[in-house]
């Protein structure tokens, strides 16, 4: 016994002598909270990137002006921030090698608070760390069960991309960015009675973009680098934007004028993993990448053909229309014919199974069936004619006509992140082809108009 006192005896007393070291005046709050240097790297100090928890400075009114003897070698070596911090100042990343065929990656968001007074109030650094808990909490509770009616895809949301997001910071914005749009949606849809779901207090746009735009930086990063290291993150990084994408088109602030950008956006982030597809199949989202009843399922199956209601004789003609774009609207067309017959197919398959199916059956039928995967589909050459945006081409309105029966399939689908997206789309497009005079084509419109108000 005596022994081993004796040999605790020395450690004890080094303890006691620390190496003395040089004060940091200007240190971030969370480091001076436990009493450890700080290197003073801004927006995000070393020893909080290390941590990946929120790095937060005071204000330097605060502080009296630093001795010049303190600086004599500060700021050599400091470390720069970890993957899914902003940098200093305004700069941006570098463009990633990766194009897919003229689709593009997400840019940041530029939120347009003045539209709303609502989303107006700004974000206070003494909140930040409460706004994230809020939002992980939410994360788990509410927009990760509802995600996804199939068990195993449920899981992955509930348990494999969070668990990703732990170890990869730019996820864990991402992920807190897509439950603050699920909680600004149901803010916009339940109103007063959103504040008290499960107890959880709002959180502020500003703080949702921020996470966003910077999760979204670090992204387009890993993008550049994409390989069969990283595929499983960067996969799940497409999820978790593919999902905010779409439930952005419920936010005015967030969904400027224009009907394209969440379609290039859902065509960028949903082709960068193409070539890791074989990485992904052996991957812990293997769920998220395997549809049971995929494109050959429906092709063979003895069901009526398309109720679109769009077929070769309803297409308006005219002198003025190009061969060109007439071609790509039938190509468009002969794709919305195979969506829509895989819709039908579901419903008929979902009866002659069970005879009387529910909601939530049918439902989950439509998931297996990925009928949401449309805007991979669809030729880019129809895309680029809707990028016209000419009034005085025939072509544009009818391309947008189009479109909109596209936008009915994805109001079939209940989910959070759908739910007034694309009726509100629909309405945009039925009013543009509304002014324009044209009867024809306004007529074309009724049906996906009856749908989006039903």
């Keep these: 016994m005596c022994e081993e006192t004796a040999a605790l005896g020395p450690p004890r007393a080094r303890k006691r002598h620390r190496a003395r070291h040089t004060k940091s005046r200007l240190g971030c709050l969370p480091c001076k909270q436990r009493r450890v240097k700080c290197d003073e790297t801004r927006p995000v100090c070393g020893a909080c990137s290390s941590r990946e928890e929120p790095c937060t400075f005071p204000d ?3 502080y009296p002006s630093r001795p010049a003897s303190s600086s004599r070698t500060r700021g050599e ?6 993957s899914g911090a902003l940098p200093h100042g305004h700069e941006t990343a570098p463009e990633p090698a990766w194009q897919a065929d003229g689709d593009r990656l997400p840019e940041p968001l530029v939120v347009d608070l003045a539209r709303s007074t609502e989303f107006s109030h700004p974000a206070r650094d003494d909140h930040l760390v409460t706004d994230n808990l809020r939002l992980l909490q ?3 509770l509410h927009t990760a069960q509802q995600m996804s009616l199939h068990t195993k895809r449920n899981q992955v949301w509930q348990r494999v991309i969070p668990d990703l997001a732990v170890n990869n910071p730019y996820l864990m914005h991402l992920l807190l960015a897509l439950s603050g749009i699920h909680m600004t949606t149901d803010r916009l849809k339940l109103g007063p009675a959103a504040e008290s779901k499960g ?3 709002m959180v502020d746009l500003q ?6 735009q910077r999760g979204l930086q670090a992204f387009r990063e890993e993008v550049s680098r994409l390989s069969n290291a990283n595929a499983e993150v960067v996969y799940a990084g497409s999820l978790l934007l593919v999902g905010f994408i779409y439930a952005s088109l419920q936010v005015n602030e967030l969904n400027p004028p224009g009907v394209l950008n969440w379609l290039h956006l859902i065509r960028g982030v949903s082709s960068v993993i193409d070539d890791q597809w074989p990485t992904l199949k052996a991957s812990r989202l293997r769920p998220m990448v395997l549809y049971f009843h995929g494109d050959e399922y429906w092709r063979d199956l003895p069901f009526a053909s398309s109720m679109s209601r769009l077929n070769y004789s309803s297409l308006p003609s005219s002198s003025s229309t190009m061969d060109g774009a007439l071609n790509e609207h039938l190509r468009a067309v002969d794709t919305l014919d195979a969506i829509y017959s895989r819709v039908i197919s579901v419903l008929q398959c979902s009866i002659s199974e069970q005879g009387c199916p529910n909601h939530a059956e049918i439902q989950a039928d439509f998931e297996e069936t990925a009928v949401l995967s449309w805007p991979l589909l669809i030729p880019r050459d129809f895309i680029n004619l809707l990028e016209i945006d000419e009034e005085a081409v025939p072509t544009w309105r009818l391309s947008l006509v189009i479109l909109a029966y596209y936008y009915v399939v994805n109001t079939l689908l209940d989910r959070w992140y759908l739910n007034g997206s694309f009726e509100g ?4 497009i039925h009013e543009i082809v509304r002014t324009s005079g044209s009867s024809q084509l306004t007529g074309l419109m009724i049906w996906p108009v009856r749908v989006a108000s039903s």
């Design 207 to 212: 703080v949702i973009v921020e996470h966003h």
């Design 77 to 82: 070596g400091r470390p720069t921030p970890r």
């Design 199 to 201: 107890s959880i207090g």
């Design 425 to 428: 789309e629909i309405f945009k």
């Design 138 to 140: 939410y994360f788990h």
């Design 60 to 62: 330097p009114s605060t």
